[in-house]
């Protein structure tokens, strides 16, 4: 299987009124073509830094980060803008919109950004219709952001991620807003992208998220303490139990 | 804890209070300048004339004979209350040489006096009454003299009948009577000992001495009426409200400074409406806690008062401070020749400072009525409740043809219709009073006033004070220097037609109301060739044309007669038409030019006007100006454009005004585009970080930022531009009405600057301005996704 991600001694300092603070300490690790993998840890342990900075959102201090064989750290801006743009997907705790953007065209700007796009404008809005419509919100492509659930935003915000083609998407706790039903509804989008061959990066809090996920990082005080592989075959309450566990073994 | 609160709400939102309180101090500083220069401005004249001990009438007579006379008028007037006289001598533009070289050529005569002689007070440019003059210095006023360059410590020389007198130039003085524009007699101040020892030459103590007189009356038309008996003793003569007219131009310079302060002054408070307005609204979610936290509507309230008085009164204070500089700064074209001063400016000042702080507190009390709308829910939704009353977008991307950032650009600017309008609006008004400026300049600077000065369109203009005096004093006639001028175009090579406008006083009267009027006389000329707004042109010698100004003054129209008393001959005339003109601010006739009074000496003269024979276009005409003005020895040799200009006197400070307002107002937009941006940058700091997460380059963020300027001001350029004549007209009208112009003006403007050059230089500095502000937006980064409130 070919590599996507590939993290080596990366480490990533911030300098807190000239005080040193090492929030990622040496962390390795590969992701491969079509795996989903959740990053856990407790607050303050360095997931969210480690989603931005395996990105190119954020600069690291030191190592090296592989995408797709392309060394991120030498990247420019404007390459790395490039990158996100054209190769990555994003989705954040709190669904950031264009305000003064309909949903649909919040969905589909990044497509009509992207140089490489060669389809016509109606194609691409056909195209983030269709996604739309796979998602279950295609009645709210007209609307305003603020006219929309919680649930249904954040389905929009991947359908977002989805609508470059992304070789990956990477997702900051994805329903850490959103309530039990919406939450569930999210993850099986993601799931199913997931199962269509997407890669997916995401960082949880929630077991039952991380459960759907092909493999688990534990990551504590920057350093990855463990990983675990979930056995997909299971049932879902098995893999639910069988993880949480593992990550009371890990001092979850 | 309540001022801990404050203490960190200031630290926190340190850019946002700083633009804050930039705003509070341009609103202090344009309020507490443009109240006092409003008060200086609307006061300015009557305080100048109060301060100067102006008097209601005025006249210069020369000889000793005709002093004789009107001595003899004033103290048996029953009108006159009070009189006063300078001892003078009249000197014309070759008298005055600045090494070797005319000082300036002044087309009327000049009053040279001592400094002890003086009627009236006249002022240093400090603003002090001019007490003494040393010996060996002149003093002068007149704003024209000061086209000639000269500073103080120049070295002048007075040549009259073999004197010769060397002085040093110790700077212009503010005259309430001779100092304005339009006024073409400066006034030349010297100590007694060298006044005296001019005069000891017995021709110039002969026929160059004269006195001014300064006349205090009762009945104003009686008084007036009364003076025509004196009318051919005098050289010039004004009344009060003559001398108003010749400072209009001035006032109206200082009047278009006061739009300007109040459009600076509005601009100002309208953008501190917002700024305040669009803080308390982005606080959504301290509000929110601390109602969640079970603190009252009131104290939240009492909260941001406090905030902002703290904020306001420190503005005030500073721009208290800042409008000093400012006020003289905006002044300072006009009080070159004006003492502009009022007595309270301190008082008005830290009054407008106080309303400039009350309003501050007003504006946020309205805003603050918001606070009982926000809820602890809102705290937690990000300030979205999901209610909606309007639709934000209003522009669909999948069918727009606009690339990304045109299409973001646009629809930005027509999602938030108030506050881009209300952008679009400064930037309106601030470049509409620069192409108002612009178009007013440029119509004084062209000949299409020329109808107005009621003399025909010629080649050339030319100014020979001697020839004109001679025609004056009766020495030689007009047909004889009329034949002069033209022997001396022939023998170099210019033959042409010449001819003089003359000016006669005469008394007039209709239905026993009498008025001693200007009237317009040229020999060689057809009244056909001027134009007329009502009726026609006198073609016979008995009829007469008159302006609406005079007509009213006498009460008589078309068709009526008016008894005219021409060389003590009294003879009625039909009035056949009404003109408009700025010749004697509107107060004059026209006369037949078959009428016969060529042996009669004029009171005053215009310029020789030539039309040369080979009819040369402007190329050759040009060429034959300079050469006319060796000839002649004169600066003043016109074409009908220069000739205009030189009559109006306020092309020059127009201009100067308009570069000063130009430069004011790409301040004003420079600052508007960088305050603005930099609260759109802190509002939108969650979109620009999801634009560069979502893959959009720095550039691209920054172009959207500086383009949403851009698209605004071409707007309002386009608004400015189609607005800039009707504008100009509505602006303008009145105070060239009041210059005697009561019908409509044709404006002329100056396509390149209107639609290029202004336009141009605005876009550039407000898109260099956005531009440069905009680049902080690199300082946020994808990652601020995770950080942001």
Redesign the interface.
């Known amino acids: 299987m070919k590599t996507i991600l590939d993290v080596n001694e990366l480490c990533k300092t911030y300098i807190v009124n000239k005080r040193q603070n090492n929030v990622l300490r040496n962390v390795s690790f590969k992701i491969e073509e079509g795996e989903m993998v959740a990053v856990m840890g407790p607050s303050g342990s360095g997931k969210s830094t480690l989603l931005y900075t395996v990105s190119g959102m954020d600069r690291m201090t030191a190592g090296k980060v592989e995408f797709c064989g392309k060394d991120i750290s030498a990247l420019k801006e404007n390459e790395l803008a490039e990158l996100r743009l054209d190769d990555m997907g994003f989705i954040f705790q709190q669904m950031y919109m264009m305000k003064n953007l309909s949903v649909l065209d919040n969905i589909i700007l990044p497509a009509i950004k992207s140089s490489k796009s060669k389809e016509s404008r109606s194609k691409t809005t056909s195209r983030g219709r269709e996604l739309m419509h796979k998602l279950g919100i295609a009645e709210i492509a007209d609307n305003d952001i603020n006219e929309v659930s919680g649930g249904q935003l954040q389905r929009a915000c991947i359908c977002r991620s989805m609508i470059n083609h992304p070789q990956m998407i990477f997702a900051d706790e994805p329903t850490g807003a959103l309530n039990r039903t919406s939450s569930d509804e999210v993850m099986e989008e993601l799931t199913k992208l997931n199962n269509d061959g997407t890669t997916i990066m995401l960082v949880t809090h929630d077991a039952k998220v991380a459960a759907r996920c092909t493999r688990v990082l534990f990551i504590v005080d920057g350093v990855i303490k463990g990983e675990y592989d979930v056995d997909r075959e299971s049932s879902e309450r098995d893999r639910e139990r069988a993880l949480n566990n593992w990550l009371l073994e890990m001092g979850w | 804890m309540y001022f801990r609160i404050l203490k960190k709400d200031l630290k926190r939102k340190k850019t946002m209070n700083i633009i804050l309180l930039i705003f509070v101090i341009l609103s202090a500083m344009f309020a507490a300048s443009s109240v006092n220069n409003i008060v200086s401005v609307t006061n300015g004249l009557d305080y100048f004339f109060d301060k100067s001990g102006m008097t209601d009438y005025f006249c210069a007579v020369r000889g000793e004979e005709n002093t004789q006379k009107v001595n003899e008028f004033l103290d048996s007037c029953e009108y006159v209350t009070k009189y006063g006289s300078e001892d003078v001598f009249y000197v014309n533009s070759s008298n005055i040489k600045r090494g070797g070289e005319k000082l300036y050529d002044f087309s009327g005569v000049g009053i040279l006096q001592s400094v002890d002689a003086c009627y009236l007070n006249l002022f240093t440019s400090d603003d002090d009454i001019l007490k003494k003059v040393e010996k060996g210095k002149v003093y002068i006023s007149g704003a024209s003299i000061r086209k000639s360059g000269i500073k103080p410590g120049d070295k002048l020389s007075i040549e009259m009948n073999g004197i010769e007198m060397d002085l040093e130039f110790g700077g212009f003085i503010k005259d309430a009577l001779l100092g304005s524009e339009m006024m073409s007699n400066p006034r030349f101040l010297l100590n007694r000992e060298d006044y005296e020892e001019i005069l000891k030459d017995k021709t110039t103590a002969e026929y160059s001495t004269g006195k001014m007189y300064y006349v205090n009356h009762t009945d104003n038309r009686d008084f007036e009426e009364s003076t025509a008996e004196i009318s051919n003793c005098l050289i010039f003569n004004f009344t009060k409200s003559m001398v108003k007219m010749t400072n209009l131009m001035n006032v109206m310079i200082a009047a278009i400074l006061l739009v300007l302060s109040i459009g600076l002054m509005a601009v100002s408070f309208t953008v501190l409406r917002f700024t305040i307005s669009f803080t308390i609204s982005e606080e959504f979610r301290e509000i929110g806690v601390m109602k969640a936290l079970g603190l009252k509507n009131a104290s939240i309230r009492g909260l941001y008062l406090v905030k902002y008085f703290g904020i306001a009164v420190t503005g005030a204070v500073i721009g208290y401070f800042a409008s000093i500089p400012f006020g003289d700064l905006l002044l300072s074209a006009v009080s070159k020749n004006m003492v502009l001063g009022n007595d309270n400016s301190v008082l008005y000042g830290t009054l407008c400072s106080i309303g400039v702080v009350l309003m501050i507190l007003l504006f946020c009390w309205s805003c603050t009525k918001k606070i009982k709308k926000l809820s602890p829910i809102d705290a937690v939704r990000?300030g979205?409740t999901?209610e909606?009353f309007k639709?934000?977008?209003v522009m669909?991307?999948?069918?727009?043809?606009l690339?990304?950032t045109g299409?973001?650009t646009i629809?930005?600017i027509l999602?938030?219709p108030r506050q881009f309008g209300m952008i679009t609006l400064i930037f309106t008004i601030t470049t509409a009073i620069v192409m108002i400026l612009s178009t007013t300049a440029r119509t004084l600077d062209s000949d299409s006033l020329l109808y107005l000065m009621m003399v025909k369109p010629s080649d050339v203009f030319i100014s020979d004070n001697d020839l004109s005096m001679n025609t004056m004093a009766g020495i030689e006639t007009v047909e004889e220097t009329n034949r002069k001028v033209e022997e001396i175009l022939s023998e170099n090579g210019m033959p042409g037609d010449v001819w003089l406008e003359t000016w006669y006083k005469i008394p007039a009267e209709f239905n026993g109301t009498k008025n001693n009027v200007t009237f317009l006389w040229c020999a060689d000329t057809k009244t056909t060739d001027y134009q007329y707004t009502n009726g026609s042109a006198p073609v016979l010698e008995n009829e007469i044309a008159l302006t609406k100004q005079i007509a009213d003054s006498l009460g008589c129209d078309i068709g009526d007669s008016v008894k005219l008393t021409i060389n003590d001959k009294t003879d009625e005339y039909i009035v056949t038409g009404l003109f408009q003109s700025f010749t004697n601010l509107g107060n004059c006739g026209r006369l037949c030019e078959k009428l016969d009074i060529a042996d009669i000496p004029p009171a005053m003269t215009f310029y020789y006007q030539v039309d040369f024979d080979d009819d040369p276009d402007e190329e050759v005409i040009a060429q034959r100006m300079e050469k006319l003005k060796d000839i002649f020895d004169t600066e003043n040799i016109f074409d009908n454009t220069g000739f205009t200009k030189d009559c109006m006197g306020v092309a020059d400070t127009i201009s100067t005004v308009r570069d000063m307002v130009l430069i004011l107002s790409l301040i004003i937009i420079a600052l508007i585009s960088i305050l603005m941006e930099r609260s759109f940058i802190t509002k939108e700091k969650?979109?620009i970080?999801?634009?560069?997460?979502?893959?959009?380059?720095?550039?691209?963020v920054i172009s959207l930022h500086t383009l949403r300027f851009a698209v605004v001001l071409a707007a309002a350029e386009i608004i400015s531009a189609a607005l800039c004549i009707p504008l100009t007209s509505i602006v303008m009208e009145p105070a060239f009405s009041t210059m005697g112009a009561i019908g409509k003006i044709e404006y002329k403007f100056d396509p390149l600057e209107i639609f290029l050059i202004y336009p141009a230089v605005i876009m550039a500095v407000t898109t260099l301005s956005a531009f440069l502000t905009s680049l902080y937006t690199k300082t946020i980064?994808?990652?601020d996704?995770?950080n942001?409130e």
């Not at chain 2, 669909?396 to 043809?401: A, E």
């Not at chain 2, 970080?689 to 691209?700: E, I, P, Q, T, V």
């Open positions: 990000n979205q999901g909606r639709k934000r977008s669909s991307l999948g069918r727009s043809r690339g990304s299409f973001m629809n930005d999602s938030a969650s979109e970080a999801l634009m560069k997460a979502l893959g959009f380059k720095s550039r691209s980064k994808a990652s996704t995770s942001i």
